[in-house]
């Protein structure tokens, strides 16, 4: 158990107990209860361990999720200061690199985020949120090719968690590859059949299928999408 405790960041049970609720709690990130949930959690955990890095990311990636749900710009700089925080605490472990770099993406700082997303993979190769970030990261500098193999890395990383699939199927959608989004979605509807979020995609990726693809027939006699038509649509962001 000691063992379990010192990779974890702290040697405190309660305050482990705490952080791993806080994780599971932020799992269902498009729940804005359940986000919130998580930042109490986090927060409780603090109080018990306030040197707890992990703590303070995960507390940051809550924030984060806040701002993203509410628009509301103070959690910005509030997930920043967690963000760094966890870093200064313990730079050699990801979870702080991560919650960095999740916010300078989110913030426009590309290469900040690469670099910071870059450090946490080295450091901790098996979390999905470093692949979401740097296929985002890659994404928004044009790298068409390096965000989808960075899409699909996450995907096999874990296969059996909706949000993977969904961050792959809205890439997809956006590009006009509908037939591989509508793959994608029903992965997240099969795996998270209490979400609206699946749903929501899928049915964008259907009615633009038939409505656009119609139209593409019908100009030309082929079905494809205009990329650029299909990126105006708006689909759930995970």
Known sequence: ??????????TIPSAYSSYLQGQGYLQDYHDPARVEAAARLFEEALRI??????????????????YLLTNESRWVD????????????????AAGHVCLGTVYIGTGRYEEAVRE?????SLD????????GLADAYLARGELELAEDTYKEAVAARPHY???HNWLGIFYHRQGRLEEALASFSQ????????????????????FSGQLGRRARTSSGRSRSSPTTISRCRTWEP
């Open 1 to 10: 158990m000691e063992k379990t405790l010192l990779a974890a960041g702290t």
């Open 49 to 66: 361990d306030a040197g707890y890095a992990e703590a303070h990311a995960g507390l940051g990636e809550a924030l984060w999720h806040q």
């Open 78 to 93: 509030a997930a920043l200061t967690r963000c760094r925080m966890s870093v200064e605490l313990d730079g050699l472990e």
């Open 188 to 207: 997240v509807v099969r795996l998270a059949p209490d979400s609206y979020l699946g749903y929501s995609n899928l049915g964008a990726s259907y009615y």
């Open 125 to 132: 190769p098996s979390r999905d949120l470093v692949f979401k």
């Open 162 to 164: 909706w949000a993977p």
């Open 117 to 121: 997303l870059k450090i946490a993979k």
